[in-house]
């Protein structure tokens, strides 16, 4: 039991972020009003994504090494819980977007490549619903997954700091500061990106769990 205390934290620090998100005090900025609130929600949700990610290309860079079968559940477990995430953080934007922009969707850069990447991704997923081979299943989608990847920081990270965007940190828009993220917020901003990691880290691990057990009913 002492082993799962992470589990127990991650359920605290949400319950935590949700209460405290809709009921903390926060700056009213110009446009954006109490969709502030958002921040506590929207941002999370990327850190999650990434981290997905992350640990996805990282297996399927090590099964194209040693063609191990548990990689590539490893690697499209994280892929699918990364996609996730990624598009409740869209929606989170588009929702604040709405009250701050006038607009769901709008032209803005950032919005627009994020779009992309998660589009790819999801392409990611249906490919592996097309191929039947396991091996030959396994080995597509690593090299797919590594290009999607290699997409996904220029697309959601380098290209938008380089043009104009209605993001913050973007190249006419200053990044959250002291003077726009006060400490009542960031006592909520920081658990919340605690919390909803070990979810997510949560929710991969019974998904591996699940897939080890159909790959284990396929071979018996």
Same mark, same amino acid.
């Given at each position: 039991? $002492?082993?799962?205390?992470? *589990? $127990? ?5 949400? %319950? ?8 903390? *005090? ?5 446009? =954006? ?25 990282? =297996?399927?860079?090590?099964? %194209?090494?040693?063609?191990? %079968? ?23 934007g588009t929702l604040w977007a709405t009250y701050t922009w006038g607009g769901t969707l ?16 999801? $392409? ?13 299943? $396994? ?5 797919? =997954? ?13 290209? !938008? ?6 993001? !913050?940190?973007?190249?006419?828009? !200053? ?23 070990? %979810? ?10 699940y897939k080890k057990l159909e790959l284990k009913n396929i071979f018996k």
């Amino acid at each position: 039991m $002492a082993r799962h205390w992470w *589990k $127990a934290l991650a359920i605290l620090l949400v %319950l935590y972020v949700i209460i405290a998100g809709f009921t903390v *005090k926060i700056p009213i900025i110009g446009t =954006n009003g109490q969709s502030s609130r958002g921040l506590f929600f929207h941002v999370p949700m990327w850190i999650c994504m990434y981290t997905m990610f992350a640990v996805s290309v990282t =297996n399927s860079l090590l099964y %194209l090494t040693k063609y191990d %079968l548990k990689r590539d559940v490893y690697a499209s477990s994280a892929a699918g819980i990364g996609t996730f995430f990624g598009i409740l953080g869209f929606a989170t934007g588009t929702l604040w977007a709405t009250y701050t922009w006038g607009g769901t969707l709008t032209d803005d850069p950032k919005q627009m490549c994020t779009a992309i990447a998660i589009l790819i991704y999801m $392409a990611y997923l249906v490919l592996r619903l097309s191929i039947h081979d396991i091996d030959k299943r $396994a080995r597509i989608s690593a090299v797919f =997954n590594i290009f999607a990847f290699a997409l996904l920081i220029p697309l959601t990270y380098i290209i !938008p700091r380089m043009v104009d965007s209605l993001h !913050p940190g973007s190249a006419s828009t !200053p990044g959250f500061a002291s003077k726009d993220t006060d400490g009542g917020m960031k006592m909520v901003l920081y658990p919340a990106f605690i919390g909803w990691t070990l %979810l997510s880290v949560w929710i991969y691990s019974l998904v591996v769990r699940y897939k080890k057990l159909e790959l284990k009913n396929i071979f018996k």
